[in-house]
Antibody, heavy 117, light 106 residues
Framework: EVQLVESGGGLVQPGGSLRLSCAASGFTFSTYWMTWVRQAPGKGLESVANMNPDGSEIHYVDSVKGRFTISRDNAKSSLYLQMNSLRAEDTAVYYC??????????WGQGTLVTVSS | EIVLTQSPGTLSLSPGERATLSCRASQIVTTYLAWYQQKPGQAPRLLIYDASKRATGIPARFSGSGSGTDFTLTISSLEPEDFAVYYCQQRSSWPLTFGGGTKVEI
């Protein structure tokens, strides 16, 4: 059974940092694109960053370029999102999703990031 | 950036009725379009990919059609569990964008 479990969310002050993790199981992690998708409270979905299987191709949405870094550890079947210089507008539930050039066929339950003083 | 516009914003229907949801892309995405269902407090669930292919385990009452810039998700006969928000999403180019959603309410 495919499972994606996010962790690392929480309350952080503006300008602060957080590192999100996504632990994958039930599939061969090292062969899939992976994507972080976020959803602000009461709003729609936004793809934030994604990465190809070997980490050689990465994309970021313009609003997070220079502040967020996506990475993965295929040996640990894990995906990460380092978020620096956080802003109020980064407040959202962050989902880890399998896929990135194809459809997002599996999603984690999400982890809430709240940026507030 | 490819903008996806979904209509209507809200669809008020009764169980057993047919639901027709629309998604229009600002540029051609061929058939690189997916549909997701999201219920309150839950992650989105993939329903349809590549415009018309049902994802694993999705009931046959869900169908997708379209190509180019205009797409439709049809729910042939609404079940109580189908009342939710539906999003379309394109994978033609980064950023992979989503539509604003259509809420299907009772």
């Amino acid at each position: 059974e495919v499972q994606l479990v996010e962790s690392g969310g929480g309350l952080v002050q503006p300008g602060g940092s957080l590192r999100l993790s996504c632990a994958a199981s039930g599939f061969t992690f090292s062969t899939y694109w992976m994507t972080w998708v976020r959803q602000a409270p009461g709003k729609g979905l936004e793809s934030v960053a994604n990465m190809n299987p070997d980490g050689s191709e990465i994309h970021y949405v313009d609003s997070v370029k220079g502040r967020f870094t996506i990475s993965r550890d295929n040996a640990k079947s894990s995906l990460y999102l380092q978020m620096n210089s956080l802003r109020a507008e980064d407040t959202a539930v962050y989902y880890c999703a399998r896929g990135g050039q194809q459809r997002f066929d599996f999603w984690g339950q999400g982890t809430l990031v709240t940026v507030s003083s | 950036e490819i903008v996806l516009t979904q209509s209507p914003g809200t669809l008020s229907l009764s169980p057993g009725e047919r639901a027709t949801l629309s998604c229009r892309a600002s540029q051609i995405v061929t058939t690189y379009l997916a549909w997701y269902q999201q219920k309150p407090g839950q992650a989105p669930r993939l329903l349809i990919y590549d415009a018309s292919k049902r994802a694993t385990g999705i009931p046959a009452r869900f169908s997708g059609s379209g190509s180019g810039t205009d797409f439709t998700l049809t729910i042939s006969s609404l079940e109580p569990e189908d009342f939710a928000v539906y999003y379309c999403q394109q994978r033609s180019s980064w950023p992979l964008t989503f539509g604003g959603g259509t809420k299907v309410e009772i």
